[in-house]
């Protein structure tokens, strides 16, 4: 069973497309390369990135989600900041794993999933602390931490920089969650935003994120601006919404395939108890 699929986006990166949807990027410098994110620790992931390259391979975690950070174990060094570890080890057995990927397939597609296609649990793992600034120098080509918490208290962005591509992950994309524990409220993601967005303004000109589409508009950090200020406001959409037991609200109406249907890019989901801290 093919569990990822991949594109070439220029010379030197590479998109992994998860069977669930996922996306994950394959860096090359001239010495190392950087796999940001790891996706569930499913389907043999280390196999195919040495197929695709033979560079001494470090990697990089947007956050410690269940579908970013599970394929961790598989790798030898692995950064991740460590504000999310707690997340990585509640969402660390199998039966989580499984029913994420159950939610998400059709049923004929996750039959065919296999025991054996799974990394073990490994809730000890060892991760490499992941600081905010830090740069990883790939040999002509370098990426950029750049703390971003909202989604996750640990939630990071990357910068490549010759590239002017910033990565946001799961931290600012159409469907970014602020509904669970581990959120911060509207109000404080504003803020994070806010600064994140003063402290890249002229870095970059593309944005590449983790789901549905992998490429967004460059604005989208000014959109979620407006989008918080609306909340706040009261003047979204407010679209019910529900997800392994939560319910939240979409700020904006949206596709299934969660684009705005103003034509905007950027959208949140959140819960109106924690719009303040």
Do not use: W
Request: glycine fraction near 8%.
């Amino acid at each position: 069973m093919e569990y990822y699929s991949t594109e070439k986006i220029n010379d030197h990166i590479t998109l992994l497309r998860s069977i669930t949807g996922e996306l994950l990027y394959l860096v090359e410098g001239q010495e190392k390369a950087a796999l940001i994110d790891t996706c569930l620790g499913v389907g043999h992931l280390r196999s195919l990135v040495e197929k695709l390259t033979d560079k001494e391979l470090l990697v990089l975690l947007t956050h410690g989600h269940i579908d970013h950070a599970l394929g961790a174990p598989e790798f030898d060094r692995v950064y991740m900041n460590h504000k999310d570890l707690g997340l990585y080890q509640a969402q660390c057995p199998l039966p989580e794993r499984k029913g994420y990927m159950q939610m998400g397939l059709a049923p004929e597609v996750f039959a065919r999933i296999e025991e054996k296609d799974f990394v073990p649990p490994t809730p000890d793992y060892q991760f490499l602390p992941l600081e905010d600034g830090t740069i990883f120098d790939l040999g002509g080509l370098t990426i950029e931490a750049i703390a971003y918490p909202g989604h996750t208290k640990g939630s990071t962005a990357f910068l490549l920089k010759e590239d002017g591509i910033l990565i946001l992950g799961d931290a600012c994309n159409n469907s970014t969650f602020l509904f669970g524990a581990e959120t911060t409220s509207v109000e404080a993601y504003e803020e994070t935003t806010k600064k994140v967005l003063e402290r890249t303004k002229g870095r970059y000109s593309r944005v590449f994120i983790s789901h549905h589409d992998m490429e967004t508009g460059a604005e989208i950090m000014e959109n979620m601006i407006e989008l918080c200020e609306e909340i706040k406001a009261g003047t979204t959409d407010d679209v019910p919404f529900s997800f392994m037991g939560m319910e939240a609200f979409i700020a904006k109406k949206a596709t299934p395939q969660m684009k705005r249907l103003d034509g905007k890019c950027g959208n949140l989901i959140y819960r109106k108890d924690h719009i303040y801290e």
